[in-house]
């Protein structure tokens, strides 16, 4: 896999192969389009080099994308220069992983499994504190800016989604102890709550009794889908500096029927909400 920092240019890069391909044009007639060579559109489509406002949108015309892809690709491949809201915590954050970061906050779906914490996106601000204090990559004066940035990621994921976030989490995430008692209680009050009362989201816990399921060895990952990219997605396996990422279609398929298969192992949302409120 290449560099996790062209994430983004591969998805973009992916999506105009495809859509070239569909409808009808050979990589000549698309470089004359833009009237430059062959060897630069190949170089945008395999994600080895960028491709300007411009150009993208003329050639999604020319390719006749309908709007949302359009909206979607664009979204990817050109940021202000705040990077999509991150600028203030590059400094922290790893490149890779803010290149995810934006993808993410475009997404139309996203599905995570968390095994051992609380999902970054439904923690309180204390226990991300804890977390972030306590991981093994985080030096001790970046601490309280890497705490802000996971408060900033639920707003810019949450507000205003189309469709919740799908939460998944083992059970022992929920009675794996993380700060205070206080810290933990406070936590898993927000988590009841946020389960029948949040549109944004939706929890589903995997109980203990549930025995072996496709969840145990898995990691903690987070599948992505873009709104008018149906082939598009990106998987984060979190891990240190910033985890790694995959976009590649075959690993994707395959931690999408992981993800279904922990689903449906998992209890429903009213009765996650039930063993969550029965732990506080």
Not at 27 to 54: F, M, N, P, V, W
Not at 80 to 96: K, N, T
Not at 189 to 203: C, E, K, Y
Request: charged share 20%; with cysteine; net charge neutral.
């Amino acid at each position: 896999m290449k560099a996790t920092t062209s994430v983004r240019r591969r998805l973009v890069g992916r999506a105009l192969r495809q859509h070239r391909e569909s409808a009808g044009y050979s990589q000549e007639d698309a470089a004359l389009l833009l009237g430059c060579d062959k060897s630069k559109l190949s170089r945008i489509e395999s994600g080895d080099r960028g491709i300007r406002t411009a150009e993208l949108r003329e050639l999604l015309a020319e390719y006749g994308v309908p709007a949302p892809g359009q909206d979607a690709l664009l979204a990817i491949a050109w940021q202000r220069g705040d990077h999509g809201g991150w600028a203030g915590y590059r400094d922290v954050l790893p490149g890779g992983f803010l290149d995810y970061l934006i993808v993410e906050a475009i997404a139309s779906e996203i599905t995570t499994y968390q095994a051992q914490q609380v999902p970054p996106l439904l923690q309180t601000a204390a226990y991300a504190r804890a977390i972030t204090a306590a991981s093994a990559d985080v030096p001790a004066a970046w601490r309280d800016k890497v705490s802000e940035s996971v408060l900033a990621r639920q707003r810019i994921v949450l507000t205003e989604r189309e469709s919740p976030v799908d939460f998944l989490l083992a059970e022992g995430a929920l009675r794996q102890p993380v700060g205070s008692r206080q810290v933990m209680r406070a936590q898993l009050v927000r988590l009841a709550h946020s389960a029948v009362n949040d549109p944004h989201v939706s929890i589903r816990v995997i109980p203990y009794d549930a025995g072996a399921n496709p969840g145990i060895g898995l990691g903690s990952p987070t599948l992505i889908r873009l709104s008018g990219l149906p082939d598009a997605g990106v998987v984060h396996l979190a891990g240190l500096a910033g985890g790694t990422l995959f976009d590649d279609p075959a690993t994707v398929r395959a931690y999408d029927g992981a993800l279904g298969k922990i689903r449906a192992a998992a209890l429903s949302p009213p009765e996650s909400a039930r063993l969550i409120a029965g732990l506080t």
